[in-house]
């Protein structure tokens, strides 16, 4: 094995530079570390401007996505050695916009986020004192998957209609409205699903399921969206069925 | 250049304390505004990453007294009663409030919450969402947050210094790290919940953001820190990473063993080994005690050498790939991932790593700090319920009770006072020249950063690590000190204003030097070993000089004067730790 390999990393100060251009680093080639690793070996000993964010290192604070030789990853969590002999090239995530350097604004995520209400809806609620909503381990299965969403979106990233359609409220979304939606706990799914079909962003999901390839943690979020189309179309007929109160 | 804007109550981090202190304040008066200033997005704080569990009891042969006896005990009767008492009262409320927001708490059949053992309680009363109860915590806090129509969030703003008039706190000065833009916000009340600072220490489960910015912004506003000296190791950190492997791994069985394949554990009056875990026993002892162990079989020479320091191994393959899979599922992804190894069928190699600071902002039990418009709650701030070792599972609680109740007494103390004034602007300008004079604009200086850091990190591992002794620390002060002089001579890279990550580096290595230099002069003074802080010099617990709260305030010049408090003693008197019995 090589004791060095090339990594060529995107830079772009706004205030400076017109558009991003690559730079390269050679950096140690070690069997421990990750990509994320390597650039703090930049950031430490070579050049203190390189911006990134990263947190965690352990691949659940999801703060570290970044495009890896093209395909979108947490870097903490992807190895150097699997690039040798390199180079890696290492981009700020895909459709995004670039803030600086590998640091993309996600803003637009959150406030998707925020509209498909991922709380608890309830008509009562019950005091404390009752005790828990009984859950048995089979209906927690229902929604567990969904409920292990990072926030990474590396899945936007990937999306090719969140790329083509800014407006697409996104896998990582929707999977999070899915969550509260199949949990027992929950009464709000008519809420979200009539702020979901205000925007025709999930029929334009292909269902070619880029987001639950790249999805580090097995959300699924592509399995999400389709059992959302389904419930969509079957309230869909139901108003036309049943108009007054079908639901 | 300066940006203005004010609320009523401002948390400064929006991990699982923040979060919960924010709601509590909009559930408390629902006229006062509300900020959440975090560094990171509040999803990526490093509540994210705790793992086992959150104590509370939760079945009928369980009492609100052996909850209490297993924390005070388990903190060497350091923990102050009185807030332990009110801790252990409302932990389970709170952790049924979390159900209620949705928390995905892992099951028994019937539909009932679960809960599982933990190291150092002797009855099972750990909730638990698998082994990402943290991840669940936080996710499951910051989505009910946003519903609350009052709180306004400052997503990547990083907070350089509390803003203090009149003896009173009334805000903070942040970079907005988009723009680079200096922003001062002005408050009625401001609640520090920044978490640890695990990262002083060069080997840490620890995020990198980890830096007790809160703990030096409130240090250096006038606020004393609390027993600092007690910072704890966990037994199990992977090597090279300090990825944590839960607790939760022994309670649902696993072994500790060293390389005669013997549980060493017995050697060290934790009790007797047997197949199946026993309670306040063996690996289920207190992480202080089981770390120590560690060092004793280290000296003995029955651990195992490896490329990143000894180890020893834990044992989980009779435990079976499904319960693993059910129940630690996180535990094998990550030896998947970062050891290449499958705990179904190999050993875990650990040794003890940096996990948690028992220390903190010194609070009352109502979160409030003695200086006027400043509370604390979690990480950064010591109540005290730990004491000089923190049980597992207690902590996760812990920022649920203390960011709830700081949240309260905070919203009840904004509502009463008048408006921040117009001349803290004078203040907040002075902040930005003394950023731009001392980092933005600076030239001619040489030290780097990661320099200065990695040998406060070595600093700190020699000389306040699971044994220390006075000599020791002595020669760790003055090395802090001359590092402090150093740091002046810091020198960036990176003159540019948007997302200048180097600038945050420089300032949380400030922050990171100052709360070092408070632990190592608490750790000197303490002359006697209790829980975490073991001085080799002073082999046993002293309650007749030592049965008491360090306070470090800082002084003028920027060095740590040490005093001491009382501890409040309700119904347990002082007695000795008695494991696995």
Avoid at chain 2, 303 to 310: D, E, K, V
Wanted: proline residues 6%; hydrophobic residues 35%.
């Amino acid at each position: 094995m090589p004791d060095k390999i090339a990594l060529e990393v995107a830079r772009y100060t706004p205030e400076r530079d017109k558009e991003p251009k690559f730079e390269t680093f050679e950096v140690p080639l070690r069997k421990e570390w990750v990509v994320l690793d390597a650039l703090n070996y930049v950031k430490d000993k070579v050049d203190g401007s390189l911006s990134f964010r990263w947190s965690c290192r352990m691949g659940v604070c999801g703060s570290c996505g970044m495009m890896v030789n093209d395909e979108p990853k947490l870097t903490c969590a992807t190895f150097l050695t699997d690039y040798a002999p390199g180079p890696v090239r290492v981009e700020p995530l895909k459709n995004f916009p670039v803030m600086r350097d590998l640091i993309v604004e996600i803003t637009d995520f959150l406030t998707k986020l925020s509209k498909v209400k991922p709380w608890i809806i309830r008509k009562e609620e019950k005091p404390l004192s009752e005790g828990e909503y009984l859950q048995t381990p089979d209906q927690l299965d229902t929604y567990k998957q969904f409920s292990m969403c990072i926030n990474c979106l590396l899945c936007y990233a990937a999306c090719p209609v969140y790329g083509l359609d800014p407006l697409f409220a996104g896998p990582a979304a929707l999977a999070l409205a899915q969550r509260y939606n199949m949990d027992s706990r929950d009464q709000g799914s008519d809420e979200r699903l009539d702020i979901l079909s205000q925007h025709d962003g999930i029929w334009g999901c292909t269902f070619v399921g880029e987001c639950t390839q790249v999805c580090p943690k097995h959300v699924d979020p592509a399995g999400a969206i389709q059992q959302y189309k389904l419930t969509g179309t079957q309230e869909w007929v139901k108003s036309f069925l049943m108009p007054f109160g079908g639901k | 250049m300066l940006d203005i804007s004010s609320t009523d109550v401002l948390m400064v981090g929006g991990g699982g304390a923040g979060l919960r202190a924010a709601i509590a304040v909009a559930e408390t008066n629902p006229n006062l505004n509300i900020a959440v200033i975090s560094k990171v997005y509040p999803m990526r704080s490093h509540t994210v990453s705790a793992e086992g569990g959150a104590a509370g009891v939760a079945r009928a042969d369980d009492s609100l007294d052996e909850h209490a006896y297993d924390t005070i005990s388990g903190g060497d009767w350091l923990p102050d009663q009185d807030a332990v008492e009110v801790f252990v009262k409302e932990a389970p409320l709170e952790l049924m409030q979390l159900e209620h927001w949705g928390c995905p708490w892992n099951r028994e059949p019937d539909g009932r919450v679960a809960v599982r053992p933990f190291g150092g309680m002797k009855k099972e009363r750990t909730w638990f969402a698998a082994d990402k109860t943290g991840f669940h915590m936080l996710h499951t806090l910051f989505q009910t947050s946003l519903k609350y129509k009052a709180v306004t969030r400052f997503d990547e703003f990083f907070a350089t210094k509390l803003l203090v008039d009149d003896g009173r706190v009334q805000g903070v000065v942040a970079i907005e790290l988009s723009t680079g833009k200096i922003q001062a916000v002005t408050a009625k009340a401001v609640i520090l919940c920044t978490g640890g600072c695990g990262r002083i220490f060069p080997f840490t489960t620890n995020a990198a953001i980890k830096n007790g910015d809160g703990m030096a912004l409130g240090y250096r506003a006038g606020a004393p820190l609390k027993d600092m000296e007690f910072v704890q190791y966990h037994p199990t950190g992977l090597p090279f990473t300090g990825i944590l492997i839960t607790e939760a791994a022994r309670a649902e069985g696993g072994y500790m063993i060293n390389k005669d394949g013997y549980r060493y554990l017995q050697d060290y009056n934790l009790g007797k080994p047997e197949p199946t875990p026993v309670l306040r026993s063996m690996e289920l002892g207190p992480r202080d005690r089981l770390s120590q162990a560690f060092v004793k079989e280290f000296e003995k020479g029955r651990t195992i050498p490896g490329p990143y320091g000894a180890v020893v191994h834990l044992d989980l393959r009779h435990l079976g790939e499904k319960k693993i899979d059910a129940k630690l599922p996180f535990v094998r992804e990550l030896c998947q991932k970062y050891e290449n190894l499958d705990p179904v069928t190999e050993l875990i190699p650990v040794r003890p790593v940096i996990h948690y600071m028992m220390g903190g902002v010194h609070t009352d039990i109502n979160g409030a700090t003695p200086l006027q418009g400043l509370y604390a709650a979690g990480e950064a701030a010591c109540v005290s319920i730990n004491g000089a070792n923190r049980l597992g599972s207690n902590s996760l609680a812990e920022l649920l009770v203390f960011g709830a109740r700081a949240g309260r007494s905070a919203a009840a103390f904004a509502s009463s006072q008048p408006a921040p004034q117009r001349h803290l602007l004078a203040q907040a300008l002075d902040e930005e020249t003394r950023l731009e004079q001392e980092f933005l604009n600076k030239t001619g200086g040489r030290e780097r950063i990661a320099t200065i850091r990695e040998e406060m990190q070595k600093t700190m591992e020699e000389c306040a690590g699971i044994y220390r002794t006075g000599p020791q620390l002595e020669h760790g002060a003055g090395k802090l000190r001359e590092l402090q002089e150093r740091f002046r001579s810091i020198a960036l890279d990176d003159h540019t204003r948007p997302f200048n990550t180097e600038l945050s580096s420089a300032l949380e290595l400030s922050y990171m030097l100052d709360v070092a230099e408070s632990m190592v002069q608490c750790a000197l003074h303490r002359t006697e070993s209790r829980g975490a802080h073991q001085r080799s010099d002073f082999p046993a617990r002293d309650d007749r000089k030592f049965l008491a709260h360090s306070l470090v305030k800082r002084n003028a010049d920027g060095s740590p004067e040490v005093s001491y408090a009382p501890v409040t003693i309700t119904r347990w008197p002082p007695a000795e730790r008695v494991y696995g019995k």
